[in-house]
């Protein structure tokens, strides 16, 4: 199976630690694409912990990562603090699993359809790698993540939620003297 992570090569990102969780999913091959300043540190981590069980791909042309996402088995994601998370919804849109950390952000955008776990432990991770991994509850979770990402994050549904919220702001302005 593949584990996929999309990720800028950062120290906040935590790819690090993920070729860490990954290393101990023994069945599992690490794809990761992306690139940044600590890929020379990510090419050591993934050489010394997942010998021939790993490839980094660079920057990934934004029109072949449908494809990418369509190739893997299940979507790694390790940063704690990840202001939105785009990455989450190309992933779900392509009915690929997700495996990422549980704070708010993440249970906001994907709810129940996803994986979500304290990153911040490897065992802990590859728990969570190994659950989804089993092939019924990959498919369930990304036929969900999928589903989720075409009833809830729609253009329509988002211009609904920005005119809502910016006719809030309207009420709020005209309710306060000035």
């Known amino acids: 199976p593949v584990v996929l992570m999309v990720s800028a ?19 599992c091959f690490l794809v990761v694409a992306g690139d ?3 890929r020379a540190e990510v090419e ?34 390790m940063s704690q603090d990840e202001p939105f998370g785009i990455v989450y919804l190309e992933a779900a849109a392509t009915g ?8 708010r952000v993440t249970r906001w955008i994907l ?15 590859a728990a969570g790698l190994r659950a989804v991994l089993e ?6 979770l990304g036929r969900r993540a999928r589903q ?9 549904r ?5 005119r809502d919220f910016l006719e809030s702001l309207l009420e709020q302005a005209e309710r306060s003297p000035t």
């Not at 092939?135 to 369930?140: G, H, I, S």
């Not at 989720?148 to 329509?156: I, K, Y």
């Not at 988002?158 to 920005?162: E, F, G, T, W």
């Open 111 to 125: 709810e129940d359809s996803a994986m979500l776990v304290d990153t911040s432990e490897p065992a802990t991770v």
């Open 44 to 77: 050591r981590a993934a050489a010394s912990l997942l010998p021939g069980r790993h490839q980094l791909l660079g920057s990934v042309p934004r029109d072949r990562m449908p494809a990418l996402y369509r190739q893997a088995d299940v979507l790694l994601h």
């Open 96 to 103: 690929l699993a997700v495996v990422a950390h549980d704070c």
């Open 36 to 38: 940044g300043p600590c």
């Open 9 to 27: 090569l950062t120290t906040s990102k935590r790819v690090i630690e993920g070729v860490r969780a990954a290393a101990q999913v023994p069945e």
């Open 135 to 140: 092939p019924t509850a990959r498919l369930d």
């Open 158 to 162: 988002q211009a609904r939620r920005y």
């Open 148 to 156: 989720r990402v075409l009833t809830d994050w729609t253009w329509e």
